[in-house]
């Protein structure tokens, strides 16, 4: 894993319950943890700096954005095996969590995440304001 780890785990399910889940095989956490983190980045990129954001480890992550990586990852493992028998708790946790992405990530939010860089333009930077007068009536 990159970004979470088993420990991240611990307070919302049990860790046999999602070996069972994954059937011990660690390449389809992997692999629902890169699709989890690209669906985050998705809602968050057009304000922060994503990069920054999942590159971080322990104690220098954002304590929400783990827990909504944890829902999101188990909402996708259970959804693997049942599509149509994921526990209910899973997708309102799902739902919770992609309902908090598109706070965030249109700035309804305030959370603590490094904002993406200002880059520079070098091209003109305005509106261009069209219009014209008013119809006239020039009929005698």
């Known amino acids: 894993m990159m970004f979470l780890t088993l420990e991240d785990f611990k307070s919302q399910a049990k860790l ?20 989890t983190i690209t669906e985050m980045q ?3 990129g ?3 700096d994503v990069a920054n954001v999942f590159n971080r480890i322990g104690t220098d992550r954002n304590a929400l954005i783990v827990m909504y990586a944890v829902d999101i990852l188990l909402y996708h493992i259970h959804s693997r ?6 526990p209910q708790i899973r997708m309102d946790r799902y739902d919770a969590a992609i309902n908090w992405l598109k706070d965030a990530g249109s700035g309804k939010l305030v ?8 880059v ?4 003109a930077k305005g509106n261009i304001i069209y219009s014209g007068e008013v119809k006239r009536n020039n009929r005698f």
Do not use: C, M
């Open 16 to 35: 046999d319950l999602v070996d069972r889940i994954i059937q011990n095989d660690h390449g389809i956490l992997f692999q629902s943890e890169l699709a």
């Open 42 to 44: 998705s809602y968050l």
């Open 46 to 48: 057009i304000k922060y």
């Open 81 to 86: 095996l049942t599509p149509n028998q994921v």
């Open 111 to 118: 959370i603590d995440l490094p904002l993406k860089p200002v």
């Open 120 to 123: 520079e333009s070098t091209t």
